[in-house]
């Protein structure tokens, strides 16, 4: 009889489905299978209080439900075979559990085909639909009266269209039947009609158009549209995505009028093939096609060495800036082809090093996947279904890219593992390196970690050998890392009597770099003129509207402001509300309004007026969006075009401008005030990236930072190029205080629009983690969050510190569980676990 419960129901099929939906419950629904089984591992379309969403099956089963309960059907079912593999749900769950978010949360950020299924609305009929239908039910009801007889006739002209079951397009039933939008509108709500959003088969790979300057034409008399398309074209090089050159605010018939003219012409590419001749430097050899040093020979064999070996292997590649780690990246990938293996490059913004770029496509041509934020949905589909059919087989992106469905990965390459721009500051709040490195442990690959300036984490993760550390001390052609002056801006103050921007030494260096012929770049790492306003009779400081913060001043864009509002004005830089600039304070109408703090727009006046005959650039988010005002940039940096550049971090990204001779950094130690725990490590960072800019060619390269702390030990270690050094001592603190990497850190934000419900639900909290005790579990708080309120929301928050991640991990779903009790909404409250900001 042993046999009997298979055989007595041979074609038994299972009667739900367990579904991740993308809301913020940490629980999975159960929807009745309805027509086709969906596998484990599909997306299918179901209904959720009014709305239909897009969810993930997680189970099939024939449990029955609890007394009373009653599932919905799912309403579509869109994949035949898992979308994910099994290795990226497990990823999933793993994401899912150690950042206590909801699975269905995790699932949609890993599954970016939304496009898919946004793309065209379609009208099936429903079970109500059909009754009406055969049965005329509904006949003379209240509802239906009130249409005209010629309505009434529409809707039955819709429903019989719709009678075989088959969706049809919005326009093609409106076509066939009259029906206009309100009266399909009436149908649904009346749940006549379905209305769904389904996908298009689109598989043809894109094609994009690209513009290419004629060269030998002779240029004959044209128009101020006709001039810009072809100086900007010009000023790239002769090519350029004709998407990209829309940024110039022509109309498009300018370019067709140029392409009849014989001056430009128009090739369609495959999208990705064509940048090997964009963001690239003829003068400058590719990232592949040097022969490795030493040290790089070296690195390249312990990495090589791992594959070969297979499992886990974890390297943290410790290579000063300059060291050449793009050429051992490129190298280890072209090993992985090789041996038949995929290769996964993570870097923080693409678009901020569109040299990279370049030179990856030059390196490996049709199997480069490029993934990154400024992609369309639809672009994103594409090149997820690329990868997933095996045809690109590396894949260079941003943060969510470590979801990319590679075959056969066998190697992940975190460039600047350092950078916080790997982490997600929206749910699932995860750290795209932390995720790699256990995307490689599932996968059996190996990973590199790599910087200049590695984490403390990843460091101390290096120390405790969980991760086999690779160095590379000194710069490629043994050119000397740059010398590093600091001028104490006190002293300064003391000499000149006056606050100046720049202080003598720096504006002597400037001139004499100039004079040379070299190129000079400033940090100020603030955009916008001035960013404090404040009354000098009450002492207020303009906030933004919405948030607690300082308000930046911003003169009129210039020319070079592509992305600026045009006028003058005062903008928040967290929410953008924008006002125009008082006359008096607004709080006591004074008239004593001054401006404090100098933005990079500031910079670059002054730098202007002290410097006439200079070339100079800026680069900030008002000049700089995407990778192609980026190209542009650097085109005219790499010919000298520019001779002096002004700009916040983004001139410290990885940037290999050979002219470049001496860096200036203004203001980069306001930061070590912040309220926030990694203060010193990032003006460690970013004084040694931006530093990292200088000398990288023939001639060596110098440093002057001005500092109001010129003591203190991030910038004493960082004017000495002594990364170990500055590791030992800040270590020291952090074991000390009890932060990261020596214990396991979440925070905890607390947030309502309501600053009653703010504090209210903290002391609830607050209240409870004092009554309840865990085990070696530190909780600071509640406190205001350092910004208390922002895009008008309030925001309260706690600190906790663990010394195991288990534990962590245990009190934060306990507080869940006990905020879900108390009725605290859980929308309003943000775990953060790993946070890198506490603001
Ligand atoms: N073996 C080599 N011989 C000569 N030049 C090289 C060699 N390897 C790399 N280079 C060149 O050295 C420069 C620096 O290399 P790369 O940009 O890879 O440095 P990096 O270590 O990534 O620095 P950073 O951390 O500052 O970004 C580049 O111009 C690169 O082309
Ligand atoms: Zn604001």
Redesign the pocket.
Same mark, same amino acid.
């Given at each position: 009889m042993a046999n009997e419960g298979s055989g007595r129901y041979p074609e038994a099929v299972p009667l739900f489905c367990d579904v991740a939906l993308p809301v913020p419950l940490d629980q999975t629904f159960t929807y009745a299978v309805n027509g086709a089984v969906p596998t484990v591992g599909a997306r299918v379309l179901v209904p959720f209080s009014g709305q239909r969403l897009m969810g993930v099956v997680l189970r099939v089963h024939s449990d029955p439900l609890p007394e009373g309960i009653e599932a919905k059907p799912v309403q579509q079912v869109l994949d035949d075979a898992p979308l994910l593999p099994d290795e990226l749900m497990r990823l999933a769950t793993w994401i899912a559990s150690y950042y206590v978010a909801p699975l269905g949360e995790v699932l949609r950020g890993m599954l970016p085909l939304s496009a898919e299924v946004k793309r065209h609305l379609v009208y099936r009929i429903a079970e109500q639909g059909r009754k009406v239908l055969y049965e005329g039910a509904e006949k003379g009801s209240s509802r239906r009266s009130r249409l005209t007889p010629e309505e009434q006739n529409r809707e039955y002209a819709v429903l019989n269209y719709l009678e075989s079951g088959e969706p049809a397009k919005a326009s093609a039933l409106r076509s066939a039947t009259q029906a206009n939008k309100a009266l399909l509108d009436g149908m649904v709500k009346k749940k006549w009609l379905l209305r769904e959003a389904i996908a298009d088969q689109r598989d043809a790979r894109r094609l994009e158009r690209i513009a290419v300057l004629v060269p030998e034409a002779r240029l004959p008399k044209l128009n101020d549209n006709q001039t810009a398309i072809l100086a900007e074209l010009a000023a790239v090089g002769g090519r350029m995505r004709i998407s990209d050159l829309r940024a110039l605010q022509v109309p498009d018939s300018t370019l067709g009028t140029l392409v009849k003219r014989g001056l430009v012409a128009i090739e369609e590419v495959p999208e990705a093939f064509h940048m090997g001749g964009i963001g690239q430097h003829p003068s400058?050899?590719? @990232?592949h +096609?040097? @022969?490795?040093?030493e040290a790089?020979m070296e690195a390249l064999s312990t990495i090589a060495a791992a594959m070969a070996k297979g499992g886990f292997q974890p390297h943290l590649l410790y290579? !000063? &800036? #300059?060291?050449?780690?793009? &050429? !051992?990246?490129f190298a280890a990938m072209q090993r992985a082809l090789d041996a038949g293996h995929s290769a996964l490059l993570l870097v923080p913004e693409i678009g901020l090093t569109p040299a990279m770029t370049g030179q990856l496509v030059a390196a490996f041509g049709a199997e480069v996947a490029l993934l990154h934020s400024q992609l369309t949905p639809d672009e994103r589909a594409e090149q997820w279904h690329r990868i997933r059919r095996g045809e690109a087989r590396i894949v260079v992106g941003t943060r969510s890219a470590v979801f990319a469905p590679l075959v056969k990965l066998g190697l992940i390459i975190v460039? +600047?593992e350092h950078d916080s721009s790997y982490k997600q500051e929206e749910t699932p709040r995860y750290h795209g390196r932390d995720v790699a490195v256990m995307r490689a442990k599932f996968n059996d690959a190996t990973i590199v970690l790599?910087? @200049?300036t590695p984490s403390l984490e990843s460091w101390s993760n290096s120390e405790k050998g969980r991760y086999r550390r690779v160095e *590379?001390l000194t710069? !490629? *052609?043994n050119r000397p890392l740059p010398e590093v002056e600091l001028v104490d801006m006190r002293a300064e103050f003391q000499a000149t009597g006056q606050e100046n921007l720049f202080c003598r030494r720096l504006i002597e260096e400037t001139q004499a770099t100039l004079d040379r012929g070299e190129q000079a770049i400033i940090l100020l790492n603030r955009r916008g003129y001035s960013f404090v306003v404040m009354c000098r009779s009450c002492g207020e400081k303009i906030e933004c509207e919405n948030c607690a913060i300082s308000m930046t001043f911003h003169k009129p864009a210039t020319r070079t402001d592509l992305h600026a509002h045009p006028g003058e004005r005062l903008e928040c830089h967290y929410c953008g509300f924008r006002r125009s600039v008082p006359k008096l304070c607004p709080k006591c109408n004074s008239e004593h309004l001054y401006y404090l703090g100098a933005g990079s727009q500031q910079g670059e006046e002054r730098l202007q007026e002290i410097f006439p005959n200079a070339r100079i650039g800026r680069m900030d988010r008002d000049t700089v969006r995407g990778r192609s005002d980026m190209e542009r940039l650097l085109t005219r940096l790499h010919a000298g075009e520019i001779n002096l550049l002004v700009g916040t971090q983004m001139i410290a990204?990885?940037?290999?401008i050979?002219g470049v001779t001496l860096v200036g950094v203004v203001g980069a130690d306001h930061a070590l005030g912040l309220p926030d725990f990694r203060a010193a490590e990032r003006v460690f960072q970013l004084l040694t990236?931006v530093s #990292?800019?200088a000398g990288? #060619?023939d001639l060596p390269g110098k440093v002057l930072v001005q500092t109001y702390h010129p003591d203190h030990y991030a910038i004493q270690f960082a004017a000495k190029h002594d990364y170990p050094a500055f590791v030992a001592k800040e270590m020291q603190y952090r074991r000390w205080m009890h932060y990261p990497p020596f214990s396991v850190l979440a925070n905890v934000l607390i947030q309502s629009d309501k600053l009653e419900e703010a504090t209210g639900w903290s002391a609830t909290l607050g209240g409870w983690f004092q009554k309840t005790s865990f085990d070696k579990v530190r909780i600071l708080g509640p406190a205001a969050a350092p910004i208390v309120r922002l895009k008008r929301i309030y925001r309260y928050h706690f600190v906790l510190k663990a010394e195991k991640r288990q534990t962590l991990g245990e009190v934060l779903r306990r507080m869940l569980a006990f905020a879900d009790a108390q009725g605290i909404p859980r929308r309003s409250i943000l775990v953060d676990v790993d946070a890198v900001h506490l603001m």
């Open positions: 400058k050899k590719h @990232a +096609e040097h @022969a490795l040093n790089q290579g !000063v &800036t #300059g060291s050449g780690k793009t &050429t !051992v990246y460039d +600047e790599g910087s @200049a *590379m710069r !490629v *052609m990204k990885g940037h290999d050979h990236q #990292g800019r990288r #060619g």
